[in-house]
């Protein structure tokens, strides 16, 4: 089992800022790519950005390419999602996602292990 707890959520105002963090704990880290998903209420759970299992290859939605960075640290079991130059359509619940892989998918089906979620709320 993997454990998954994101955090760094909140509310910006457009245009601003926020770094999500997503903590690992129970298996080793650096087996797993990593994926960040989205889901707006009302609204399927859509993908966002994911992170193959070691630091380099990484892939976007077109929507947040170039205002969104993933990123992780296998020392210290954690990715991140910077995200710049935030829109009210950004507004969702955010969840980062685990798959026992070298390559993350931009399908939610893939993944083996979900965090809770953390509320990111852009106001205009």
């Known amino acids: 089992q993997v454990q998954l707890v994101e955090s760094g959520g909140g509310l910006v105002q457009a245009g601003g800022s926020l770094r999500l963090s997503c903590a690992a704990s129970?298996?080793?880290?650096?087996?797993?790519?990593m994926g960040w998903f989205r889901q707006a209420a009302g609204k399927e759970r859509e993908f966002v950005a994911s992170?193959?299992?070691?630091?380099?290859?990484?892939y976007y939605a077109d929507s947040v390419k170039v205002r969104f960075t993933i990123s992780r640290h296998n020392a210290k079991n954690t990715v991140y999602l910077q995200m710049n130059s935030l829109e009210p359509e950004d507004t969702a619940v955010y969840y980062c996602a685990a798959v026992y892989s070298y390559s993350g998918y931009a399908s939610p089906r893939r993944y083996d292990y979900w965090g809770q979620g953390t509320q990111v709320t852009v106001s205009s």
């Open positions: 992170i193959n299992n070691v630091p380099g290859s990484t």
């Open positions: 129970g298996r080793t880290f650096s087996n797993y790519a």
